[in-house]
Structure formats: C-alpha cells, structure tokens
C-alpha cells in the first residue's frame, strides 16, 4: 500500500512541473510588454528597466523559468497589478468560497446522484428507470450558466412571498457579517504571512466560521445563498454519477455471488446495498474525480452567474483586465487542487479495491 | 429474475426468421439494427435532424434578418415579451414568436440562425481536435519509445486542467473571439483523442493481419493508416460524437463570459450572456436560447451514446 501511494505521489510530481511550465508558457505569451502592463502606458524607459530589473525580466528565458518556479515553490505568487496586493492575499479571501460551493455541490451531486443510480438498476426498465435516465440524459446537457439563471428568475421572482423564495446573488444579505472567529474569540495575531494567513483563510469559510463562533443567523444566511448556486453546480456531475451508478450496480446485480445471496434468503435490501452496491462503487469513485474538473469549471459560471467573488470569478476578471501574476497563480492553485483531488481519488480506490495495491 | 429474463431474451433469438435467413449479417447491419433499436438514440437523431434542417432553411424559417434592427419597422419597443397570435396576442400586433432583445431584433430569428453556428462549432472544433489527436495518439502508440513517452506526458498535463479553465486561459492569451474560442476548445479536447487512438492502435498493431501486413513488406505509415487506423475507428467515433456535444457546451459557456463570439453575431452562448442581466425583466431572452443549447447537446450526447451500444455491444445491456 505505501508502495503505492509513494509511487502515485510521485507520479504527479512530472505533472504539476508541466503545470507550472505551461502557466509560465502562457504568461509569457500574452501578447503586450509586462512593464507596460504593470506601470501603465506612459512608463518611462528607465522604470521599465528597473521593472525588469526586479522582476528578473532582463535574465535569460531559462533563468526566469528558474526565478518564476522558486517564487512559486515558496508560495511567493507576486502582486495583482488590478490590486496592487500580493496575489496570496486576494487567494485567501476567495479560495474558500469557491471550495465551499464546489463541495456542497459535490455532497448534493452524491446524496442525490448515487440512491437515484441504484433505484434506477433495481428497478430496471420500469417507468422510475425511464424517468431516471431522461433526467440524468438531459442533466449531463445542461448549460449550468442557463439553468442558474432560471433558477435565479424561479426562486427570486416566481417564488417571491413564498416560504420558497431563496436570494439569487450574493455570499450574505447585505447588512450581515461574519466577524471571523479570531477577533470573536479576541485571539492577538499580528497582520502578516504565517498565523494570520491561516486563520484568515479558515474564517473566510463562512459556514465554518459561523458554526464556530455559534452565529446561526449568519449560517442561515449563508446557506441559503449558497443553495441555488450549488444546485445548478451539481447538475452534471449528479446526473454523471447516477448514469454510472446505475450500469455499475446492473452489471453486479447479474453476478453469480449476487444470485447467491438471494438464494441463500438475504433480504433485497442488504443484496442491494451490501453486496451489490459496495462492489459497484469502484467506476462511481473514478466518475467523481473525473467530474471535478467539470465542478471546477463549472465553478467559474456558477459565480459569474450568482454574483459570488470566488476563484473563478476573479480569475474571470483578471482575464478581462489582462491581470497575469492573477491569472497564472489562480491557474497554478485550480489545477494543482485538480490533481490532488485526482491522486486522492487513486488512493480511494486502491483502498476500495485490494487488486490494485497488491499488483 | 434477471437470468430468466435473459434467457427468455435469447430463445427467440434462435427461432427468429431473420437470424434464419440464408443471407449473411454484416457488422455493419448489426450496429445498424441495434442503433435503430434504441428509442434515446432516435430522439437523438430525431432532434439533431431538426437542428440540421433548422441551420440549411435558415433564411426560409427565420421571418427577419438576425440582425436587423426593428426600430422603425415596427411598433415594438425592445425586450418586448413574445407575441404569439395563436395564443391570443391581437393580430394588429406584429408576431414575434420569442420576443425582441436588447436591440430589438427578433429573437426567434436569432435562434434559428444561431442553430447554425452551434453546428459549425460542433463539427469544427472536433475535426481539428480529431486530426490532431488521432494523428499524435496514432504515432505514439505506433512509435513506442521516447515520442510515445514525451507525447503521453504532453497529453497528461493538459489534461491536469479542467477543460474549461484551460480553453479560458488559452482565449486570454489568443484574444477573445469565435476563432480563438474554437482553437482554444479544439486544443483542450485533443487529449481525449489521442489517448482513444493510442490504445486502440497498441491493441490492434499487436494482431495477426498487423503482422501479415507487416511480413509482407507493408511501409510503416501505410501499415499506421490502412491496417490499424480504420481499425481503431469505433471508439473514434463514439468519442467523437461526445465531444461534439461537449465542444457545444463549451463554445456556448466561452461565448457566455463574452471570450467567444462577439455581438451583434446571433449565437446561443453570446446572447444569453448579453441579456443575462435582464433575466428578472425579460426572461425570455435568456430561456430560449438556453433551451437551444441544451436541445442540441441533448441531442448529440444522445447520438453518441446509442451509437456506444450499437458499436459495442458487450456494455449494450447495462446502459
């Protein structure tokens, strides 16, 4: 087993150093001078040289591959030029959002994804079957951006006055806030890198920080902000997840140790659930770290649409206002987070499945 | 249960008059009768023909120019809900089946010219990310050795990023625009490409009539592209189908966050996210072109899969 997980981790090495070189590729290939981008257009020749001074950009192209790979290995992700703020911070602030939303999204995508799967196989060809797989077929069609917005109109126009009505932009009402749980609980932490960064970020988890600090208004609030958000979030992945659910649990379902298990006078429900269902699991686990990438993606339309300043929003405006140090950091943190889930989801399976440690 | 029912599914097979029949089935009638069979796959194919005939008589179904602007013309005020005289709108009033955008034009007519763009996209974008794909898979698979291996590891980096993402930062160094959004999905999906040919090239170059070709003094490229590329064709084809559908979805998100086709050009994409804003005033605007897209996705993933089936029928029964 550890064999294994050292040989996966170091599997990924390769690739996150791809990772970093094509993000370097591409910020070197946006068209326009850096200095220009960073000083404006009526910077002098002698601050651009200064510029490029401190920037490493007179060194040759191999040297600051060098210079850019080290920054990055130190955690160093430069400055927005939009901000003028070291990229880490604005990271801070917006990287909890978007994992807040992804895995409630997720969570839904599961809850409802796998029981409709296995109702479906159980139940095959019958009219719950039918209807299942229309709605998955549709599901894995839907333009998130397009059923967010409908959504948005449904809840928060159609459903105006009703105990339905749910808010269709925004992380809180306007007027509440989250006090974050380090100034609740009167810690002193001085403003900086270390400490600070880290309960920083934590209490930017506005569901995390509101349990903590007990301020259920706040999670209350939070909540039903996030729910329509997740919910056109979840749609692919959920309806990806019972499509695969339901073939996987078909095909145990014509096993022979199935069959025993009937025979022998097992109840269906502990057939289905223990002898089907668990030997079923392991295509599902693939599908969902094959879907996050589509979370992740979909992550930036989700929050395009419901106004919430995450990840993939301001990754959306750094494009629009051509602000690279933004661009490649946020481009290097979604992918690295992307094949980490991955590598998570190999070991996840080789503990599903002794078949694959063993060889 | 299960077996029973197998069972009764196969004696009738063997008493079937067709399977009786002295003429011989081909491989290609079967996947044609099983494809046929399958009630998803005809809505499918039902669907997509629609779209396509939609996209050919464009200019006969579509009652404006998509881009005309109707001020002046008409009476008509923009984002104007849908009048439809069928359902009681006043026949003094002009018809607009779908309603008028932002710039008071016809949104009816902009969806009907906007099936053709999806289409272009669809076919496009995959052409290019088959030719490349294939070929690259193709080689590596064939090659072996340090090409196989530095491809392979390309392959796997880019598919480290989410596709979108990927295609959002490819556009933000190309520019945006409908071109630059095609190259840039076309570039995301030629991993899933070339990794389909590359197994299926390393299963088939190990067969007999590889091999015979190969003793009878086959050139190594007429060996790639006449013995074992028609033969790793299937799975080509299913992915193919799937990535249309996909390309569509993502032309259309690109389009949406304005990277893709640009106003005034009718595209699906580019319209809901122009009049995204008015979704509480005017949710029309937003509804059918939304509703296209999805229709035509529908429709290709549809495709795709009944043609898995029929192509392989060893997953035919569980999916």
């Not at chain 2, 009738?12 to 494809?35: H, K, N, Q």
């Not at chain 2, 006449?226 to 990535?243: E, H």
Request: with cysteine; charged share 15%; glycine share 8%.
């Amino acid at each position: 087993m550890l064999q294994y997980i050292t040989r996966r981790i170091l599997l990924a090495v390769p690739v996150l150093f791809g990772i970093l070189l094509v993000t370097f590729i591409l910020g070197r290939l946006i068209p326009g001078d850096p200095c220009t981008a960073a000083l404006g257009e009526h910077a002098t020749a002698e601050a651009c040289e200064r510029f490029a001074k401190e920037f490493g950009l007179d060194q040759p192209i191999l040297v600051q591959l060098g210079i850019y790979m080290g920054n990055i290995l130190r955690g160093d992700f430069g400055e927005s030029i939009r901000y003028s703020r070291p990229v880490t911070l604005i990271l801070i602030e917006r990287l909890p959002m978007t994992i807040e939303l992804s895995t409630l999204a997720l969570i839904l995508a599961l809850l409802i994804g796998i029981p409709a799967g296995i109702i479906a196989a159980v139940r095959h060809n019958s009219a719950t079957d039918v209807v299942t797989m229309v709605g998955a077929n549709v599901g894995v069609s839907m333009p998130v951006f397009w059923l967010g917005l409908m959504m948005a109109y449904l809840f928060a126009i159609v459903l105006k006055d009703t105990p339905f009505w749910l808010p269709p932009s925004g992380r809180l009402t306007a007027g509440l806030t989250a006090t974050p749980f380090y100034e609740h609980y009167g810690w002193q932490v001085e403003p900086g890198p270390g400490w600070f960064y880290l309960l920083e970020f934590l209490s930017n988890f506005y569901i995390f920080n509101s349990i903590v600090t007990f301020n259920f208004t706040v999670l209350k609030d939070a909540i039903t902000h996030l729910i329509l958000p997740a919910l056109a979030l979840c749609t692919i992945p959920m309806a990806i997840i019972a499509r695969m659910t339901r073939s996987s649990v078909l095909e145990v379902l014509g096993m022979d140790y199935v069959r025993t298990a009937r025979a022998k006078g097992l109840r269906e429900r502990i057939v289905v659930i223990k002898h089907a269902f668990r030997n079923a699991l392991l295509p599902v686990v693939t599908v969902i770290g094959l879907s996050l990438g589509g979370l992740l993606g979909g992550a930036v339309l989700t929050e395009t649409v419901f106004s919430l300043a995450g990840v993939g929003r301001i990754l959306f405006e750094a494009i629009t206002a051509r602000d690279y140090p933004v661009i490649q950091s946020f481009t290097i943190v979604i992918a690295t987070g992307y094949v980490a889930i991955n590598l998570l989801v190999d070991l996840a399976y080789a503990y599903l499945d002794p078949r694959i440690r063993l060889t | 249960m299960t077996t029973l029912n197998q069972q009764s599914e196969f004696v009738p097979t063997i008493l079937d008059p067709e399977a009786l029949d002295s003429r011989p089935i081909t491989l290609w009638g079967l996947v044609r009768r099983r494809f046929f069979r399958r009630k998803s796959a005809m809505v499918g194919l039902g669907i997509l023909g629609l779209l396509i005939l939609t996209a050919i008589f464009a200019p006969a179904i579509a009652p404006y120019h998509p881009e005309q602007v109707l001020i002046g013309v008409e009476q008509v005020r923009k984002r104007q809900a849908p009048c439809i005289h069928l359902l009681g709108c006043p026949t003094d009033q002009p018809q607009h089946l779908m309603g008028l955008d932002g710039n008071v034009r016809d949104q009816f007519s902009r969806v009907v010219y906007g099936s053709r763009f999806s289409l272009i996209i669809g076919f496009t974008t995959v052409t290019f990310a088959i030719l490349v794909g294939a070929t690259l898979g193709g080689l590596a698979g064939f090659l072996g050795g340090w090409f196989d291996d530095i491809v392979m590891r390309i392959m796997d980096v880019l598919l480290a990023f989410p596709s979108l993402l990927l295609a959002i930062a490819i556009v933000a160094v190309l520019g945006p625009g409908l071109i630059n959004a095609l190259l840039a999905i076309g570039i995301v999906s030629i991993p899933a490409y070339a990794r389909v040919v590359r197994a299926s090239v390393l299963m088939v170059k190990e067969m007999d009539y590889v091999s015979a070709s190969r003793a009878l003094g086959a050139a190594p490229l007429s060996l790639l592209y006449n013995r074992i590329l028609p033969n790793a064709l299937t799975p080509l084809i299913v992915q193919g189908t799937l990535g249309i559908a996909s390309a569509i979805l993502d032309a259309a998100a690109l389009s949406f966050l304005g990277l893709g086709a640009q106003p005034p050009t009718p595209e699906w994409g580019s319209m809901l996210g122009t009049e995204r804003n008015q979704v509480f005033t005017a949710p029309h605007l937003v509804f059918y072109p939304g509703l296209a897209i999805m229709l035509t996705v529908l429709a290709f993933n549809l495709l795709g899969d009944g043609l898995r089936d029929a192509l392989d029928p060893r997953l035919a029964h569980v999916s």
